[in-house]
């Protein structure tokens, strides 16, 4: 089992959908990442988090501490949007998720 | 201010051979760590470099050993390449001791 999982594997919303993105984690961690990966393989950061909520724009994250759980949520969902998502595991290194990777149609 | 570069942006190795896949830090960034991304997968992390040394490594073989410069710049060298090394190698750039890592754009390598 890996210490990082995330689900969906994979995601097809029409633009203009709420997007939720999950990720479980069962190692004690510092804090929490979400990242962004475009084809191409670049990874943008977007978030890091360690306790509560935090929103960016349309973006929004939050984790909760005791359920080692975090999900990432996107409203009014745009083609744009369009990636592969991450959620990262801070303990003594970064433990990755496999990704979640989204369409947004049209 | 420039972020972190890697180089090269792609190569292609055959069985057997070296690769030197270089990748210099955010500036200011001391302390950098390298990753591999296999197709359709997570990033899996293989060492962490500060101060010159290797301070934390991942469950990879010793034919993936690395370097750091004085500059902070780093290189990651894998030998005696299989099929299976071929993926996305991202570099990821810190300060020691913070939680934020910027990561570069990536090597992409395929090994025939």
């Known amino acids: 089992k890996n210490e990082v999982e995330q689900s969906p594997q994979n995601l097809t919303a029409q633009e203009g959908e709420f997007i939720t993105i999950n990720c479980s984690y069962s190692?004690?961690?510092?804090?929490l990442h979400w990242l962004q990966q475009h084809p191409g393989g670049g990874i943008v950061s977007l978030f890091m988090l360690s306790s509560g909520k935090k929103k960016h724009g349309r973006l929004i994250a939050t984790i909760n501490i005791q359920e080692k759980h975090s999900s990432l949520h996107i409203t009014a969902s745009h083609p744009r949007d369009s990636a592969v998502y991450i959620c990262?595991?801070?303990?003594?290194?970064?433990?990755f998720g496999t990704g979640t990777r989204l369409q947004v149609f049209p | 201010d420039a972020g972190v570069t890697q180089s090269p942006t792609h190569l292609i190795k055959t069985r057997g051979q070296q690769v030197t896949l270089r990748c210099s830090p955010k500036s200011g960034h001391d302390t950098v760590s390298w990753y591999q991304q296999a197709l359709g997968q997570g990033p899996q992390f293989i060492f962490q470099y500060y101060e010159e040394e290797e301070r934390q490594r991942g469950n990879f073989p010793d034919r993936f050993s690395g370097h750091q410069f004085p500059n902070y710049s780093s290189e990651l060298n894998v030998n005696a390449l299989l099929l299976g090394d071929s993926a996305l190698y991202l570099c990821?750039?810190?300060?020691?001791?913070?939680?934020?890592?910027?990561f570069g754009p990536g090597t992409r390598l395929l090994v025939l």
């Open positions: 990262a595991a801070l303990s003594d290194k970064l433990i």
């Open positions: 990821a750039s810190s300060l020691a001791g913070a939680e934020t890592q910027y």
């Open positions: 190692v004690g961690i510092s804090a």
